[in-house]
């Protein structure tokens, strides 16, 4: 585990005629284990920072670090062995391969990888403790948006990994299933010490965070980390 952090990273889109500026000088640390909310308006630069810190995209300028790991000093290889081992990542539209079962797609991220565990075995027990052992061999559509979005989180965890990111998670799911979808995440942290970043619209999910981060026009604009203001 270690922790994520940002130094003054830029991100700076390049179109035809027009550059959008999307972050702005962000700092911030993101502590292992964690788990923080991130809000903001639409185009206030939350999946920018997330892919960032996910490293599929890289920064304009500034620094991230893994620990005290400058991941732009990385090579390609490198980086897709790192973003493999130590990130999981699951998003508003599930991406599920709509061909695979649901074990199958837990199993995905690990059919060309060479693990030191039993690949069926771990996503068996992955999707149990996500609520689907009787949904194994269901295809996406056959499953709910609440299952889809469970299956997203099993899969996300199939190498265990030090980060889980979230973009929207909830977004297309109702406010209950929603809720099921953020206690998972909640619990996750909390039995497997993985950090969490949540991007999200949801206020009442944001201000359950440990660490509330709100964004505005590529920067950030408040950080509240209630671990720290409940030792004060
Ligand atoms: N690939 C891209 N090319 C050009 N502009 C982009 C790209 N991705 C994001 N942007 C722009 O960067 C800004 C921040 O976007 P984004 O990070 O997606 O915001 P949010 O997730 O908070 O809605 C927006 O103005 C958006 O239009
Ligand atoms: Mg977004």
Redesign the pocket.
Known sequence: MSDLICIDVT?Q???EGIS????DSVSITFREGSFVSIT????????????LVGTL?VPTSGQILYGDLPIKNMKKDELADFRFDKIGFIFQQFHLIPTLTALENVMAPIFNRKVEYDKKLRAQELLKRVGLLDKLDALPSQLSGGQQQRVAVARALIQEPDWLLA??PTGNLDSETGEVIFELLRELNREKGCGVIC?THDPSIAERADVQIR?KD?AVIEVIDTRVTGHA
């Open positions: 991100k889109f390049q179109g959008t500026l999307a972050l903001g308006q639409s185009g206030s630069g939350k999946s920018t920072l997330l892919s995209d973009d929207e991007v964004m590529g």
